[in-house]
């Protein structure tokens, strides 16, 4: 039993030390949580760095320079089996359909605080397994139709902190596993019920930090997230002036209105 052990623990030792081996210079490769790990942050990259083993299962490349993601930029280099992807901070501006060809077992990709300005929509069926998908930070104006109808297993996305003013109807379709839902910090005055329906699943949602105006459209929202018993920290309406500042929840239903409309006979 002791040999046994004794076999277990060096070769245990022997992959760890292996792995450490063929390493690029300018990363630190390492097990973490029983994930073969690269730690390549701050380290100048222009260009995703070639030389590290095909078995990383977690690539921590933030803050470096990418401007662009070209095709098959992980796969040109062997990382196909990347579970965990980190990328903040690196001055993305596009990212090629392809660019994520070949990595069908990623389940976090982390763009946030780059200078992506659109929802690169058909890059990411390339990775339909993903669970967790963060574009905090970017310079995103609005989110169109079916911007992540691919991303079917996906349970967590943070949009938070951008510019985003319009939400689709369909905006999210095909999401329907998505549990949270982050979209505090942006520019969004209202957010139509219809947007919603796409959740079955949906348990916290952020929304302060938004001019919401707490009018007839906003009330459906709201409505919404009552009825579904969704979490979330009531923000303030911004208009109209009377309500400025009142929590949603201090704002009864009925307030929630529009000014009448008259059409001449």
Not at 11 to 22: A, R
Not at 119 to 132: E, G, M, Q, Y
Request: glycine content about 4%; some cysteine.
């Amino acid at each position: 039993m002791g040999r046994i052990l004794f076999q277990v623990i060096f070769l245990s030792v022997l992959t760890q030390l292996s792995f450490s081996v063929f390493c690029h210079p300018k990363c630190q490769c390492m097990w973490r949580s029983g994930k073969q790990t690269a730690e390549c942050s701050s380290a100048g990259f222009q260009k995703i760095p070639p030389g590290l083993e095909p078995t990383i299962q977690v690539l921590d490349l933030n803050r470096n320079n990418f401007t662009l993601l070209p095709s098959n930029s992980f796969g040109n280099v062997g990382l196909v089996n990347l579970q965990r992807l980190y990328l903040s901070h690196c001055g993305i501006e596009h990212i090629d359909d392809y660019a994520l060809n070949l990595m069908s077992n990623l389940v976090v990709l982390d763009l946030s605080y780059n200078l992506i300005s659109y929802i690169p929509t058909a890059a990411f069926r390339h990775v339909d397994k993903l669970r967790r998908l963060v574009l905090s930070g970017n310079p995103l104006v609005s989110i169109p139709p079916q911007a992540f109808v691919d991303l079917k297993t996906l349970i967590v996305l943070e949009i938070s902190n951008c510019e985003i003013d319009t939400i689709a109807i369909r905006a999210f379709e095909g999401l329907e596993n998505l549990k949270v839902l982050k979209l505090h910090g942006n520019e969004l005055q209202t957010l139509h019920a219809t947007t919603m329906t796409s959740f079955k699943f949906l348990e916290e949602i952020t929304l302060h930090g938004n001019p919401w105006t707490c009018d007839c459209e906003l009330r459906g929202l709201r409505q919404w997230l009552n009825d579904n018993y969704v979490l979330y920290i009531p923000p303030t309406c911004y208009l109209p002036v009377r309500l400025r500042g009142k929590n949603w929840e201090d704002v009864n239903i009925v307030d929630y209105a529009c000014a009448p409309t008259f059409v001449n006979t």
